[in-house]
C-alpha cells in the first residue's frame, strides 16, 4: 500500500518541474549575491550625478563661459571622447550636462551589467553551483531568467538614480527621465551581450573579456561616426551608446532611439536563449582548446603564472589608455581661445594659465594614471580569485611558498603597470606634440609618466596587505581607487578641503613638467609601499587559504 501510493508521488512531482520552476528562491539568493555591489553603484551615480551638475554651474556661471566650452568641444578628439556635439550655435548648460556627462554615465552601467551578468551565470556554471542548483527540483530556464532579472534590476536603480540626480540638480522631468531610461537601457544591452558571450566559453573572464571589447569596439565605432558627423553619422548608430546619446535629452527630446536598445535586447536574449540549448552545462559552444602535456617555459619562469593570467588585461588596457592619451593630448591645440573666454580655468583643474600646455599635459597624466591605479589593484586582487575558486591551493602545492608566489605576483603586476605608464606618456607626449609640432613633448611626457610609479606601487601594496589580512578584505582596496578617481576629477570644482584632497597619493606628485619635481613624496610612497607589500606577505603566511 506504501509503495503503491509513493510512486505516483514521485511522479507528481517530476510533473510539477517546470522550465522556471524555484525562480523565486534563485531571484532571492542571486539578489543576496548581487545586493552589495549593486547597492555601492547606485548610491555613486546618485551622488556624482548631482555633484558633478553643481560642479559645472560654478564653472561654467553664464553664457560665455559656455561658449567658451563649446568652443573646446569642437574638436574631433573632443567629439571622441564626449559625443554627440548637439546645440552647437547655442550652447546652453543642460545641452552640456547631456552631451559631456551621459557617456560616462552610460560606460559605467555597461561594465555593471557586463561582470554582474558573467558572474551570476557563466561564473555560477563555472564554479559549480549551478550543478548543485539544477540537482534539486529547479527549472531549466529559472537560473539565467534569475540572473537576468537581477541586472535588470540592478538597471533599473541606476537608472533611477541617475534621473533621481539629474532632478535634483534641476534637470526638467521629462529630460530626466529620458536620460535614466536610456542608462538603464544601455546597461540592459551590453548584459544581454554577455548573456550571448556567456555561451560561448567554458570561463567567466573569457566571457566578459569578450563582452568589454565588445564595449571597447562600441566606444570607438561611435567616436569616429560622431567626429564624420558633429551630431551623429549613419557610423554612430552601429553603437548602443549611440542609441541613449541621440535621444538628444535636453536638447530636441525624442523617444524613439530607445526602441533600438529594447529590440536589441529581445534579440539577444533570444539568440542567448537558443545557444543555450545548444550545449551542456559547463561547457562552451566553443570548447577549450587542449593544453599542451607539459607547461612551457615562459610559464613555469617566475611569475609566468601571473603574466598569464592578467598579461592579457594588460595589454586590451594599455593600448586603450594610450589612445584615449593621444586624444587627450591633441586638445592642446584648443587651449589658448578656450582659456581667453574662461578665466575661472583653474576652478576647473590644477591648470596654470601661463603655462597652459604644461599643465594641462601634467593634469591629463594624473587622470589617466588612475587606469593603471586601478589595473595594479585589480592584478593583484585576481590572485584572490584565483584562492577562492582553489586553484591557487595547487599552485601550493606542487611547491611554491605563499610568499614566493605573492611577491612573485607583485613584481609582475607592478612591471606591467609601469610598461602601462610609459605608454600613458608615450600617448600625451605624441598627442600634445601633433598639437604643437615640438618634438620635445614626447620624451618629457614620457619621463613625467614615471613620477606615479611610487603611487601605483602604494595601491598594489595596499591590495596585498589587505589580502594577506584575509581574502574578504582585499576588495576594500578599491575603495581607495574610487576616491582617488572622485578627488581627481571632481575635487577642486567640488571645493574638497586641503585635507580632503592630501588622502588621495596622487594629489602628492609634482605635475611634472610644469611644476619641479619633488623627490620626497616619492620615496616616501615607495618606502610606504615595500613596508606593505612585506607585512602582506608575513600575513599571507599565518592564515589559512581561503579563510576570511
Known amino acids: 500500500m506504501t509503495a503503491a501510493t509513493a510512486a505516483p508521488t514521485h511522479r507528481r512531482q517530476r510533473r510539477a518541474v517546470g522550465p522556471l520552476t524555484g525562480l523565486r528562491s534563485l531571484l532571492r539568493l542571486h539578489l543576496r549575491l548581487a545586493r552589495r555591489g549593486i547597492l555601492i553603484w547606485t548610491l555613486a551615480v546618485l551622488v556624482l550625478v548631482p555633484a558633478s551638475i553643481y560642479a559645472m554651474e560654478d564653472v561654467y556661471p553664464d553664457q560665455a563661459a559656455l561658449d567658451a566650452r563649446a568652443t573646446l568641444l569642437d574638436n574631433p578628439s573632443a567629439v571622441m571622447m564626449t559625443g554627440p556635439f548637439f546645440a552647437a550655435d547655442h550652447y546652453t548648460f543642460w545641452a552640456m550636462v547631456a552631451n559631456e556627462l551621459l557617456l560616462y554615465l552610460l560606460v559605467p552601467a555597461a561594465i555593471m551589467s557586463i561582470l554582474l551578468t558573467a558572474r551570476l551565470t557563466r561564473g555560477e556554471e563555472e564554479s559549480g553551483r549551478l550543478e548543485l542548483l539544477r540537482s534539486l527540483p529547479t527549472g531549466r530556464l529559472a537560473p539565467s531568467v534569475s540572473a537576468l532579472l537581477v541586472v535588470a534590476l540592478a538597471n533599473l536603480a541606476l537608472g533611477a538614480a541617475v534621473a533621481s540626480g539629474m532632478l535634483i540638480g534641476g534637470g526638467g522631468a521629462s529630460d530626466s527621465l529620458a536620460l535614466g531610461l536610456a542608462t538603464a537601457l544601455t546597461g540592459l544591452v551590453f548584459g544581454a551581450v554577455t548573456a550571448v558571450t556567456a555561451q560561448l566559453t567554458e570561463h567567466a573572464g573569457t566571457a566578459s573579456g569578450t563582452a568589454l571589447g565588445i564595449l571597447a569596439l562600441s566606444f570607438m565605432v561611435r567616436g569616429i561616426g560622431d567626429v564624420i558627423e558633429r551630431d551623429g553619422s549613419w557610423l554612430s548608430w552601429f553603437s548602443p551608446l549611440a542609441w541613449a546619446q541621440q535621444t538628444r ?67 586590451a588596457w594599455g593600448i586603450g589608455l594610450f589612445l584615449f592619451a593621444l586624444a587627450f593630448g591633441s586638445l592642446a591645440s584648443s587651449l589658448t581661445d578656450f582659456a581667453e573666454n574662461l578665466p575661472d580655468l583653474a576652478g576647473m583643474a590644477p591648470i596654470r594659465l601661463d603655462d597652459l600646455t604644461g599643465s594641462f599635459s601634467a593634469f591629463v597624466l594624473m587622470m589617466l594614471a588612475i587606469g593603471p591605479v586601478a589595473l595594479a589593484v585589480s592584478g593583484m586582487l585576481r590572485m584572490r ?11 601550493l602545492v606542487a611547491g611554491t611558498s605563499r610568499a614566493r608566489l605573492a611577491g612573485q605576483w607583485f613584481l609582475v603586476v607592478l612591471l606591467g603597470t609601469a610598461a602601462m605608464q ?3 606618456g608615450l600617448g600625451v607626449g605624441i598627442g600634445v606634440w601633433s598639437a604643437t609640432e615640438d618634438t620635445a613633448w614626447i620624451g618629457e611626457m614620457t619621463l613625467a609618466a614615471l613620477t606615479y610609479l611610487p603611487a601605483v606601487a602604494l595601491y598594489a601594496a595596499i591590495a596585498l596587505a589587505l589580502y594577506g589580512l584575509g581574502s574578504r578584505l582585499a576588495p576594500l582596496a ?42 620626497m613624496p616619492l620615496v616616501v610612497m615607495g618606502v610606504t609601499a615595500t613596508a606593505l607589500a612585506l607585512l602582506g606577505l608575513a600575513l599571507l603566511r599565518r592564515r589559512d587559504l581561503a579563510a576570511g
Request: zero cysteines; charged letters at 15%.
Open 249 to 315: 535629452a535636453f536638447v530636441d527630446l525624442r523617444w524613439w532611439p530607445l526602441l533600438v536598445s529594447l529590440a536589441a535586447v529581445a534579440v539577444l536574449l533570444v539568440i542567448a536563449g537558443r545557444l543555450s540549448h545548444r550545449r551542456d552545462l559547463g561547457a562552451g559552444l566553443r570548447p577549450a582548446a587542449a593544453g599542451r602535456a607539459a607547461a612551457s617555459a615562459a610559464l613555469l619562469a617566475p611569475g609566468g603564472l601571473t603574466r598569464r593570467l592578467v598579461g592579457g588585461t594588460h595589454l
Open 422 to 424: 610609459v605608454l600613458l
Open 385 to 395: 580569485t584565483e584562492e577562492t575558486a582553489g586553484r591557487l591551493a595547487g599552485v
Open 478 to 519: 578599491w575603495l581607495l581607487v574610487v576616491y582617488t578617481a572622485l578627488v581627481t576629477f571632481l575635487g577642486q570644482m567640488l571645493g574638497l578641503p586641503d585635507w580632503a584632497m592630501d588622502l588621495s597619493p596622487l594629489q602628492h606628485i609634482a605635475l611634472v613638467p610644469s611644476e619641479d619635481l619633488e623627490v
